[in-house]
Protein backbone atom coordinates (compact mmCIF):
# COMPACT_ATOMS: atom_id res chain seq x y z
CA UNK A 1 0.00 0.00 0.00
CA UNK A 2 1.10 3.41 -0.90
CA UNK A 3 0.34 5.06 2.50
CA UNK A 4 2.68 2.53 4.49
CA UNK A 5 5.82 3.07 1.87
CA UNK A 6 4.61 7.25 1.63
CA UNK A 7 6.98 9.78 3.42
CA UNK A 8 4.56 12.51 3.65
CA UNK A 9 6.87 15.23 4.96
CA UNK A 10 9.37 14.59 2.48
CA UNK A 11 6.54 15.14 -0.11
CA UNK A 12 5.45 18.34 1.93
CA UNK A 13 9.14 19.36 1.07
CA UNK A 14 9.15 19.01 -2.21
CA UNK A 15 5.51 20.72 -2.52
CA UNK A 16 7.12 23.56 -1.24
CA UNK A 17 9.68 23.33 -3.86
CA UNK A 18 7.29 23.68 -6.34
CA UNK A 19 5.65 26.31 -4.69
CA UNK A 20 8.65 28.25 -4.63
CA UNK A 21 8.94 27.72 -8.08
CA UNK A 22 5.25 29.25 -8.65
CA UNK A 23 5.59 32.06 -6.64
CA UNK A 24 8.62 33.03 -7.79
CA UNK A 25 7.14 33.24 -11.20
CA UNK A 26 3.97 35.45 -10.00
CA UNK A 27 5.85 37.61 -9.16
CA UNK A 28 7.64 38.01 -12.65
CA UNK A 29 4.20 38.12 -14.20
CA UNK A 30 3.25 40.44 -12.39
CA UNK A 31 5.33 43.25 -14.08
CA UNK A 32 3.21 42.10 -17.40
CA UNK A 33 0.34 42.82 -18.74
CA UNK A 34 -2.92 40.78 -17.71
CA UNK A 35 -5.64 39.70 -19.77
CA UNK A 36 -8.47 39.21 -17.15
CA UNK A 37 -11.62 37.85 -17.90
CA UNK A 38 -15.20 36.09 -15.78
CA UNK A 39 -15.98 32.76 -15.27
CA UNK A 40 -19.92 32.50 -14.54
CA UNK A 41 -20.05 34.47 -11.69
CA UNK A 42 -19.06 38.33 -12.59
CA UNK A 43 -17.30 38.80 -9.56
CA UNK A 44 -15.46 35.48 -10.08
CA UNK A 45 -12.06 36.75 -11.73
CA UNK A 46 -9.56 34.43 -13.80
CA UNK A 47 -6.48 35.81 -15.57
CA UNK A 48 -4.23 34.21 -17.59
CA UNK A 49 -1.43 34.31 -14.96
CA UNK A 50 -3.77 31.78 -13.02
CA UNK A 51 -3.82 29.04 -15.94
CA UNK A 52 -0.17 29.63 -16.21
CA UNK A 53 0.71 29.04 -13.03
CA UNK A 54 -1.69 26.15 -12.68
CA UNK A 55 0.20 24.71 -16.22
CA UNK A 56 3.53 25.33 -14.52
CA UNK A 57 2.78 23.59 -11.05
CA UNK A 58 1.38 20.60 -13.24
CA UNK A 59 3.58 20.10 -15.57
CA UNK A 60 5.92 19.44 -12.01
CA UNK A 61 4.22 17.70 -10.66
CA UNK A 62 3.51 14.85 -13.38
CA UNK A 63 7.05 15.01 -13.80
CA UNK A 64 7.95 13.87 -10.03
CA UNK A 65 4.96 12.16 -9.49
CA UNK A 66 3.32 10.73 -12.69
CA UNK A 67 1.27 8.67 -11.06
CA UNK A 68 -0.62 10.97 -9.19
CA UNK A 69 -4.03 12.82 -9.88
CA UNK A 70 -3.62 16.31 -10.01
CA UNK A 71 -7.37 18.69 -9.59
CA UNK A 72 -6.56 21.91 -10.09
CA UNK A 73 -9.10 25.48 -10.31
CA UNK A 74 -8.21 26.41 -13.87
CA UNK A 75 -8.79 24.71 -17.26
CA UNK A 76 -9.91 20.73 -17.58
CA UNK A 77 -9.32 19.35 -14.37
CA UNK A 78 -10.07 15.64 -13.05
CA UNK A 79 -12.73 15.96 -9.72
CA UNK A 80 -11.74 14.82 -6.71
CA UNK A 81 -11.98 10.99 -5.83
CA UNK A 82 -11.80 9.26 -1.87
CA UNK A 83 -9.74 6.43 -3.12
CA UNK A 84 -5.89 5.15 -2.98
CA UNK A 85 -4.68 7.65 -5.72
CA UNK A 86 -2.43 10.35 -4.46
CA UNK A 87 -4.62 13.56 -4.82
CA UNK A 88 -2.87 16.79 -5.16
CA UNK A 89 -5.27 19.65 -4.78
CA UNK A 90 -4.47 22.86 -6.23
CA UNK A 91 -5.51 26.63 -6.42
CA UNK A 92 -2.43 28.98 -8.49
CA UNK A 93 -3.72 31.56 -7.21
CA UNK A 94 -6.40 32.04 -4.43
CA UNK A 95 -7.87 35.40 -4.17
CA UNK A 96 -7.66 36.51 -8.31
CA UNK A 97 -9.33 39.44 -7.36
CA UNK A 98 -6.66 40.94 -4.75
CA UNK A 99 -3.79 39.57 -7.14
CA UNK A 100 -5.37 41.84 -10.12
CA UNK A 101 -6.70 44.95 -7.85
CA UNK A 102 -4.35 44.83 -5.12
CA UNK A 103 -1.61 43.16 -5.82
CA UNK A 104 -1.25 41.18 -1.92
CA UNK A 105 -3.23 39.28 -0.38
CA UNK A 106 -3.11 36.47 -2.67
CA UNK A 107 -1.43 33.26 -2.02
CA UNK A 108 -0.49 29.47 -3.76
CA UNK A 109 -2.30 26.54 -1.92
CA UNK A 110 -1.76 23.06 -2.16
CA UNK A 111 -3.36 20.33 -0.10
CA UNK A 112 -2.66 16.56 -0.81
CA UNK A 113 -5.01 13.78 -0.27
CA UNK A 114 -5.78 10.30 -0.28
CA UNK A 115 -8.69 8.34 0.47
CA UNK A 116 -10.26 11.63 1.60
CA UNK A 117 -7.56 12.47 4.49
CA UNK A 118 -5.26 15.52 4.27
CA UNK A 119 -2.06 14.44 4.48
CA UNK A 120 -0.10 18.02 3.31
CA UNK A 121 -1.66 21.61 3.25
CA UNK A 122 0.96 24.59 1.84
CA UNK A 123 -0.47 28.15 1.97
CA UNK A 124 1.86 30.63 0.79
CA UNK A 125 1.19 34.30 1.06
CA UNK A 126 3.61 35.50 -1.98
CA UNK A 127 3.85 39.56 -1.01
CA UNK A 128 4.27 39.29 2.62
CA UNK A 129 6.35 35.81 2.21
CA UNK A 130 4.68 33.74 4.54
CA UNK A 131 4.35 29.91 4.42
CA UNK A 132 1.41 28.31 6.02
CA UNK A 133 2.34 24.32 6.32
CA UNK A 134 0.96 21.24 8.14
CA UNK A 135 1.76 17.60 7.85
CA UNK A 136 -0.95 15.34 8.98
CA UNK A 137 0.20 14.16 12.78
CA UNK A 138 3.64 16.50 13.02
CA UNK A 139 1.67 20.01 13.06
CA UNK A 140 1.07 23.00 11.71
CA UNK A 141 3.53 25.77 11.03
CA UNK A 142 4.28 29.31 9.48
CA UNK A 143 7.41 30.15 8.34
CA UNK A 144 9.09 27.35 10.34
CA UNK A 145 7.54 28.26 13.89
CA UNK A 146 5.34 25.30 15.41
CA UNK A 147 1.67 26.69 15.31
CA UNK A 148 0.34 25.94 18.70
CA UNK A 149 -3.30 24.25 19.17
CA UNK A 150 -6.14 26.78 19.86
CA UNK A 151 -7.43 27.29 22.67
CA UNK A 152 -11.28 28.36 23.09
CA UNK A 153 -12.12 32.31 22.24
CA UNK A 154 -14.81 34.11 24.20
CA UNK A 155 -17.72 34.95 21.14
CA UNK A 156 -17.97 38.49 22.65
CA UNK A 157 -14.24 38.53 21.44
CA UNK A 158 -13.93 36.55 18.17
CA UNK A 159 -12.31 37.99 15.25
CA UNK A 160 -14.23 36.76 12.07
CA UNK A 161 -13.13 36.41 7.94
CA UNK A 162 -16.61 37.05 6.73
CA UNK A 163 -17.75 38.26 3.33
CA UNK A 164 -20.25 40.95 3.38
CA UNK A 165 -22.06 40.11 0.45
CA UNK A 166 -23.32 37.27 2.20
CA UNK A 167 -25.54 39.57 4.08
CA UNK A 168 -27.16 40.70 0.58
CA UNK A 169 -27.10 37.48 -1.58
CA UNK A 170 -29.01 34.64 -2.42
CA UNK A 171 -29.21 32.48 0.92
CA UNK A 172 -32.45 32.71 2.65
CA UNK A 173 -33.77 35.18 4.95
CA UNK A 174 -33.11 33.03 8.00
CA UNK A 175 -29.58 32.08 7.28
CA UNK A 176 -28.97 35.97 6.73
CA UNK A 177 -30.58 37.14 9.96
CA UNK A 178 -28.25 34.52 11.80
CA UNK A 179 -24.95 36.33 10.38
CA UNK A 180 -26.47 39.21 11.61
CA UNK A 181 -26.65 38.57 14.58
CA UNK A 182 -22.97 36.68 14.45
CA UNK A 183 -21.94 40.11 12.97
CA UNK A 184 -23.00 41.41 15.86
CA UNK A 185 -22.01 39.32 18.66
CA UNK A 186 -18.71 38.89 17.85
CA UNK A 187 -15.85 41.52 18.44
CA UNK A 188 -15.03 42.24 14.54
CA UNK A 189 -15.22 41.14 11.54
CA UNK A 190 -12.76 41.23 8.30
CA UNK A 191 -12.54 40.44 5.16
CA UNK A 192 -9.63 39.72 3.19
CA UNK A 193 -10.38 38.11 -0.04
CA UNK A 194 -8.61 34.49 -0.25
CA UNK A 195 -10.45 31.71 1.91
CA UNK A 196 -7.29 29.63 1.80
CA UNK A 197 -5.02 32.58 3.63
CA UNK A 198 -7.81 33.46 5.88
CA UNK A 199 -8.62 29.97 6.98
CA UNK A 200 -4.86 29.50 7.27
CA UNK A 201 -5.42 33.05 9.52
CA UNK A 202 -7.77 30.98 12.05
CA UNK A 203 -5.19 28.47 12.56
CA UNK A 204 -2.66 31.30 13.07
CA UNK A 205 -4.62 32.93 15.36
CA UNK A 206 -5.52 35.93 13.74
CA UNK A 207 -8.79 35.11 13.01
CA UNK A 208 -11.16 32.55 15.30
CA UNK A 209 -13.57 31.63 12.61
CA UNK A 210 -13.60 31.98 8.82
CA UNK A 211 -16.49 31.53 6.54
CA UNK A 212 -17.66 31.09 3.00
CA UNK A 213 -21.34 29.72 1.32
CA UNK A 214 -19.58 28.78 -1.64
CA UNK A 215 -16.21 26.88 -1.42
CA UNK A 216 -14.62 24.38 -3.95
CA UNK A 217 -11.86 21.62 -2.89
CA UNK A 218 -9.08 23.99 -4.29
CA UNK A 219 -10.26 27.14 -2.28
CA UNK A 220 -9.90 24.78 1.47
CA UNK A 221 -8.25 21.80 0.86
CA UNK A 222 -4.69 22.49 2.23
CA UNK A 223 -6.01 24.99 5.04
CA UNK A 224 -8.09 22.18 6.11
CA UNK A 225 -5.48 20.30 6.77
CA UNK A 226 -3.45 23.12 8.77
CA UNK A 227 -7.03 23.72 10.68
CA UNK A 228 -7.18 20.20 12.07
CA UNK A 229 -3.41 20.30 13.17
CA UNK A 230 -3.96 23.26 15.23
CA UNK A 231 -7.24 21.77 16.81
CA UNK A 232 -9.94 23.49 14.75
CA UNK A 233 -13.19 22.47 13.27
CA UNK A 234 -13.57 22.55 9.24
CA UNK A 235 -17.60 21.79 8.44
CA UNK A 236 -20.50 23.25 6.37
CA UNK A 237 -22.73 25.89 8.17
CA UNK A 238 -25.47 23.34 8.74
CA UNK A 239 -22.82 21.85 11.09
CA UNK A 240 -22.02 18.71 8.80
CA UNK A 241 -18.80 17.33 7.79
CA UNK A 242 -17.18 18.39 5.11
CA UNK A 243 -16.23 16.36 2.34
CA UNK A 244 -13.04 17.18 -0.03
CA UNK A 245 -15.25 15.74 -3.08
CA UNK A 246 -17.53 18.35 -3.36
CA UNK A 247 -18.15 22.19 -3.47
CA UNK A 248 -19.98 23.01 -0.40
CA UNK A 249 -20.41 25.75 2.23
CA UNK A 250 -17.65 26.92 4.91
CA UNK A 251 -16.62 27.03 8.28
CA UNK A 252 -13.55 26.88 9.92
CA UNK A 253 -12.86 27.96 13.61
CA UNK A 254 -11.98 27.43 17.20
CA UNK A 255 -14.48 25.12 18.11
CA UNK A 256 -15.90 26.48 20.77
CA UNK A 257 -16.65 29.81 18.48
CA UNK A 258 -17.61 27.24 15.84
CA UNK A 259 -20.83 25.99 18.29
CA UNK A 260 -21.41 29.35 19.03
CA UNK A 261 -21.55 30.46 15.04
CA UNK A 262 -23.78 27.24 14.12
CA UNK A 263 -25.82 27.77 17.70
CA UNK A 264 -27.05 31.14 15.79
CA UNK A 265 -28.39 29.42 12.64
CA UNK A 266 -30.76 27.04 14.00
P1 LIG B 1 -10.36 32.57 -6.08
O1 LIG B 1 -9.74 33.86 -5.82
O2 LIG B 1 -9.40 31.45 -6.33
O3 LIG B 1 -11.44 32.61 -7.15
C1 LIG B 1 -13.07 35.25 -2.04
O4 LIG B 1 -13.98 35.48 -2.98
C2 LIG B 1 -12.65 33.81 -1.94
O5 LIG B 1 -13.65 32.90 -2.39
C3 LIG B 1 -11.43 33.48 -2.76
O6 LIG B 1 -10.71 32.52 -2.03
C4 LIG B 1 -12.01 32.90 -4.05
O7 LIG B 1 -11.10 32.06 -4.73
C5 LIG B 1 -13.15 32.11 -3.45
N1 LIG B 1 -14.23 31.79 -4.37
C6 LIG B 1 -14.75 30.56 -4.55
N2 LIG B 1 -15.76 30.59 -5.42
C7 LIG B 1 -15.88 31.88 -5.84
C8 LIG B 1 -16.76 32.56 -6.74
N3 LIG B 1 -17.71 31.90 -7.41
N4 LIG B 1 -16.60 33.88 -6.91
C9 LIG B 1 -15.64 34.54 -6.26
N5 LIG B 1 -14.80 33.97 -5.38
C10 LIG B 1 -14.90 32.65 -5.16
CA1 LIG C 1 -11.76 31.57 -9.04
CA1 LIG D 1 -9.78 29.84 -4.75
CA1 LIG E 1 -7.97 30.55 -7.85
Redesign the pocket.
Known amino acids: METQQMNWSALKDEAVSFVKTAATRIVDVERESLHIDT ?3 A ?4 TDKDIEIQRLMTDQIRKFYPTHRIVG ?1 EGDHDDVHNDDTITWII ?1 P ?5 NFVHQSMN ?1 CVSVGIYQRGIGYVGIVYDVKSEEWFTAVRGLGAYMNGKRLPKRASVPFEQAILGF ?1 ARWLVGKADESLKQGFQTIVRDVRAVRSY ?4 LESAYVAAGRLDGYM ?1 L ?3 P ?2 FAAAKVLLEETGCECVKVDGSPISIEDQSTYLAAVPNVSQEFLSRLQ
Do not use: P, Q
Open positions: KEDDDLVEDIDGTTYNGSAASRLSWD
